[in-house]
């Protein structure tokens, strides 16, 4: 369910017996309240409602985020028209047909983040999305939600005009003075957007605009097309006040001082200031007010900053030559040369006096909590990955793995997303990565084939994060299980993990050689079906002969051995053989080798290992 928190409150309608059959059970996979009418049977965590849907879905409309129906797409409509009122505003609307064939982005599809769900459901119920939206179609970004994931809070504009430019793949001319540019690195090669300056200056023939920035820009009043802006909080605001200060003064200082100098309130990314006034009530209702983070820094701390304007008065008062300055670039974790503003004082003879200072940080505040879903994939195959991991999947902000596993997951991405790519050595560097984009405040999926903590990248990033003196709760961290690769490969020859089993990697790169050997000896000697993974390479090749030839030590030459490479992909190749006979066949690291014990036989091209039950 903490996949679909993002969404909270979610109302799900369902009037008939079908209907509340079909949902039902996806409620309680997602944390959804089920609606119905009081003439069906009452279930359990089910909202009972009496009189007209019609005048009940008026009453419940602001209270939810979220509404999915399980009633005709046309009569959504007709009850759903008169509620409806703006865009940035409306709730999402998903329509699923009573047998649960399909899901329908009806409403919503950006700023409700209707698409987003609808594919997440979809993998949820193993059902066909239905998003008819132009962006979507085109593997764009929403523009009136490109920013969402970077914190980025949107500024004037006309964002239908400039929406519908998009979906019509006219050229948009994109100028971008701050945050992130991730977005712009896993665009589709045919996106519309010219970046080819740093300024417009009418050289591109575009017809619409799109400025990223700190300031409030007065849109080139003399270009005649759309335009929007967003606003990344890349600003942070030194205070220092009187105690007593209001906040009503607080409020009038930062608008005059953004006002002075061309900045957007929207790009404020925090406020900072001296731990002293930590308490100021002014300071701490217009943090609350607005949900802006309040920094605070020690004297000792500031007074090591250096700063334009020190104060003798302030040094005497406080202990520090500085507040609003040390504290803006304390906050900014800026040199002193990336003050924006330098303190500005503002009096009032009722409402105290306050300092401002203004500092950018390189670096925008996402406002979020990081994740790190730590995702297997299985063995290849789409159908054989877990719904929660194909909703995680869809769901995070970025995607990171090694390239193969990426291709194989592509149809579970959804636009906008990130995603990064590297060869299969470079598993510290995803996951220091990893970990990065997660402290950032970014959602992470990290990839593995078959289960992510067997040979996988799960207990690589947990390693990682320890040394980072991780608290163990932020960032995030959930594990998805998936189907590892002997029990992939077991499940193509039948059932020879019946009994006890051990699984053991021939790979050296990890771990000495001189381990490995006795492992390999102890599994052979007491018996245990095992599973061999990564056998041999092209330049490692004793391993395997090595392996067979202490196996044959205990075991008959005779007992069954499967070969399965690539199990469950299109280049799916299945051997049973025997332990004398199966170096005979080729062997590579896409190939995982199951050697049976001493009761494991083969049956009419099955390989079968008793568990003891006759």
């Known amino acids: 369910m903490s996949l679909f928190k993002l969404f909270y409150p979610i109302a799900v309608i369902a009037t008939t017996p079908q209907a509340i059959k079909t949902l039902h059970p996806l409620c309680q996979q997602i944390g959804a309240t089920l609606h119905i009418p009081s003439h069906q049977t009452s279930l359990d ?121 998009i979906s019509r793949g006219e050229t948009i001319q994109v100028i971008q003075e701050v945050g992130s540019t991730l977005w712009q690195k896993y665009l589709p090669s045919n996106h519309p957007f010219s970046f080819e300056f740093s300024k417009f200056n009418g050289d591109v023939k575009c017809q619409g605009l799109i400025l990223i920035s700190a300031t409030k820009t007065q849109f080139y009043s003399d270009l005649h097309f759309p335009k929007v802006q967003w606003h990344p909080r890349i600003l942070w605001v030194g205070i220092g006040c009187v105690k007593g200060t209001s906040e009503s003064l607080i409020e009038k200082a930062i608008f005059e001082v953004f006002q002075q100098n061309n900045l957007a309130i929207e790009a404020i990314a925090g406020i900072a200031t001296i731990d002293i006034k930590s308490n100021e009530i002014g300071l701490v209702e217009y943090c609350k007010k607005r949900q802006l983070p309040l920094k605070i820094f020690s004297a000792n701390f500031l007074k090591k900053i250096k700063v334009p304007n020190p104060s003798i008065i302030v040094q005497q008062e406080v202990d520090t030559p500085s507040v609003a300055e040390a504290s803006a670039i304390s906050a900014a974790d800026s040199y002193p040369n990336s003050l924006l503003v330098s303190k500005k004082i503002i009096k009032s003879k009722d409402e105290g006096a306050v300092t401002i200072a203004v500092a950018q940080s ?197 007992t069954p051995v499967a070969l399965v490479r690539a199990a469950y992909r299109p280049d799916e190749k299945i051997i049973l053989t025997s332990l004398k006979e199966m170096l005979n066949f080729t062997i590579d690291m896409l190939t995982t080798v199951i050697i049976g014990n001493s009761s494991t036989h083969s049956h009419g091209g099955w390989m079968i290992t008793p568990r003891g039950y006759d």
Not at 48 to 72: E, M, P, R
Not at 74 to 93: E, F, M, N, T, Y
Not at 407 to 413: G, S
Request: glycine fraction near 8%.
């Open 362 to 558: 390189s670096l925008e505040y996402t406002g979020r909590i990081g994740k790190l879903y730590l995702i297997g994939t299985g063995p290849g195959s789409l159908a054989q990955i877990t719904p929660a991991a194909k909703t995680a999947i869809t769901q995070a902000d970025v995607i990171i793995g090694y390239s193969l596993y990426l291709d194989l997951i592509k149809p579970l991405r959804r636009p906008g997303q990130v995603v990064e790519a590297s060869p299969i050595t470079r598993e510290k560097q995803r996951a220091i990565r990893a970990i990065e984009l997660a402290k950032w405040g970014l959602t992470v999926a990290v990839v593995s084939s078959g289960d992510s903590g067997i040979y996988g990248m799960a207990g690589l990033v947990l390693e990682e994060l320890q040394k980072k003196d991780w608290d163990g709760k932020i960032p995030q961290v959930e594990v998805f299980p998936g189907i590892t690769a002997v029990q992939a490969s077991a499940s193509r020859v039948g059932a020879p993990l019946m009994h006890d089993f051990c699984a053991i990697s021939l790979s050296d790169l990890l771990t000495p050689w001189e381990v490995i050997e006795k492992r390999l000896v102890a599994a052979a000697k007491e018996d245990f079906v095992t599973a061999i993974y990564n056998p041999q390479s092209r330049t490692r090749t004793q391993q395997i002969i090595y392996t067979q030839e202490v196996f044959l030590k205990y075991r008959n030459p005779k």
């Open 45 to 165: 965590n089910a909202q009972v409602y009496q009189g007209s849907l019609k005048d009940y879905l008026a009453s419940i409309w602001s209270q939810n985020k979220v509404f999915i129906f399980g009633l005709a797409t046309g009569a959504v409509v007709r009850l759903i028209s008169h509620l409806l009122q703006d865009k940035s505003s409306d709730p999402a609307v998903l329509v699923i047909d009573s047998t649960g064939n399909f899901v329908i982005s009806l409403c919503g599809g950006h700023q409700g983040r209707a698409d987003h769900l609808t594919q997440l459901i979809a993998h949820q119920l193993d059902i066909t999305p239905v998003i008819t939206g132009a962006t979507n179609n085109l593997d764009l970004p929403g523009i009136d939600i490109l920013g969402l994931p970077f914190g980025w809070r949107k500024g004037e504009g006309n964002w239908t005009a400039v929406s519908s430019i």
